[in-house]
């Protein structure tokens, strides 16, 4: 029973040693931290996004939203809810906000409810009920089983996406102009360093001296290697 402890702990220290050559294997600890800051600066674009949004649709009614296109209806499921005006009755694929109340009372009239007021306590019950079928665009609603194209989104997207760019490419090069000015700093360092101490300055190569290329430096390896194992065998054939 003795022995069987030192084996688990042998185990143990082994499967720890090997979890740990796995997290720091490719660097999984700073890539795991990037994706948290990846996380955190999204989050600002897209505040930054919704800011420069909000002033570039500033003087739209409704925003960009509201740019819609309603197609002619080519099925009856697509003409609209049917509504009461005057003595006859029509069916409508979108209206405005300003037209809601009025289009609640004709929409009850049309099933049948009339006398329907702002005042009278079915009034929100039948306006739930209409905006149901429909769906909101900035100021405009749309009959849900209508074609529609959507402009409004499709320039949002667009513009969006310029934004993005935009901030990203400013970011981008303020963080290239940085590193440049760092690479700069240290090799005025160095160059200072060098003169204090002239003699580990690096000797610059030859003009006309070809640098060398991967063939030259595989053959240098595999030279290097063959004196390794000739150095290996002499010492086994002075042992015979």
Same mark, same amino acid.
């Given at each position: ?13 082994? /499967? ?50 509201? =740019?819609?296109?309603? =197609? ?34 004709? /929409? ?7 006398? =329907? ?31 529609? !194209?959507?402009?409004?989104?499709? !320039? ?64 240098? !390896?595999?030279?290097? =290697? ?15």
């Amino acid at each position: 029973m003795g022995e069987k402890q030192p084996k688990k702990k042998g185990a143990f220290k082994r /499967f720890f040693e090997e979890f740990k050559a796995f997290l720091n294997k490719g660097n999984a600890f700073m890539l795991a931290v990037g994706v948290v800051i990846g996380g955190a600066f999204n989050a600002i674009v897209t505040s930054l996004v919704n800011i420069l949004m909000s002033l570039a649709t500033w003087a739209v009614p409704g925003g960009l939203k509201g =740019l819609v296109t309603v =197609l002619p209806a080519v099925t009856d499921a697509q003409k609209g809810a049917e509504f009461l005006q005057g003595a006859s009755r029509v069916n409508l694929q979108s209206f405005t906000m300003a037209e809601v109340n009025d289009r609640v009372i004709e /929409f009850a009239a049309a099933q049948g409810k009339e006398g =329907l007021t702002i005042q009278s306590e079915d009034f929100i019950q039948w306006k739930n009920s209409l905006l149901g079928l429909y769906e909101q665009h900035g100021t405009t609603f749309t009959y849900k089983m209508s074609a529609v !194209i959507d402009w409004g989104t499709f !320039i949002n997207a667009v513009i969006a996406f310029i934004i993005i760019g935009l901030t990203l490419f400013i970011i981008v090069k303020v963080m290239n102009k940085l590193e440049e000015k760092k690479a700069q700093a240290k090799a005025a360092a160095l160059e200072k360093y060098y003169e204090k101490h002239p003699e580990e300055r690096p000797v610059p190569p030859e003009e006309g001296t070809p640098e060398p290329t991967e063939a030259d430096l595989l053959k240098e !390896i595999l030279a290097e =290697l063959k004196k390794a194992n000739e150095g290996k065998k002499k010492p086994a054939k002075e042992a015979e």
